[in-house]
C-alpha cells in the first residue's frame, strides 16, 4: 500500500497562510489523482481540492480563490497553499492519493491539524 506522510500544519491567525505538503514515500506507480480532505469536529470529511496527474484542478466553493493545489509529478508530492484563513476552515486535513488502472490504490495520510484562530 502507498503511504503519504504529511506536514506543515499549525496554529495561525485569521487571514493568515498556511502550506501543507504531502509526498509518497517509496516507489509507487503514479497517482491518477491527488487531494486533499478536511474533516472538522462533528462534520462528516469534506473535499478541499484535487488535482489530476494532467494538471486538471477542482475546489471546493468555499476554498476557490484562497487556496491553491499543485503538484509535483517527478515524486507525486502535493502541495495545498492555503491564504486569506478563516476560523471556518479549521479541520484535520488529509492527504489522499487514487490510482484508477492497475495497479490501482487509494491511499490516506495520517492527517494533519490546521487551527485558525479569530
Known amino acids: 500500500q502507498v503511504q503519504l506522510v504529511e506536514s506543515g500544519g499549525g496554529l495561525v491567525q485569521a487571514g493568515g497562510s498556511l502550506r501543507l505538503s504531502c509526498a509518497v514515500s517509496?516507489?509507487?506507480?503514479?497517482?491518477?489523482?491527488m487531494g486533499w480532505y478536511r474533516q472538522a469536529p462533528g462534520k462528516q470529511r469534506e473535499l478541499v481540492a484535487t488535482v489530476t496527474i494532467g494538471g486538471a484542478t477542482n475546489y471546493a466553493g468555499s476554498v476557490k480563490g484562497r487556496f491553491t493545489i499543485s503538484k509535483d509529478n517527478a515524486d507525486d508530492t502535493v502541495y495545498l497553499q492555503m491564504n486569506s484563513l478563516k476560523p471556518e476552515d479549521t479541520a484535520v486535513y488529509y492527504c489522499n492519493a487514487l490510482r484508477t488502472i492497475t495497479p490501482q490504490y487509494n491511499s490516506w495520510g495520517q492527517g494533519t491539524q490546521v487551527t485558525v484562530s479569530s
Open positions: 517509496g516507489r509507487h506507480f503514479s497517482a491518477t489523482v
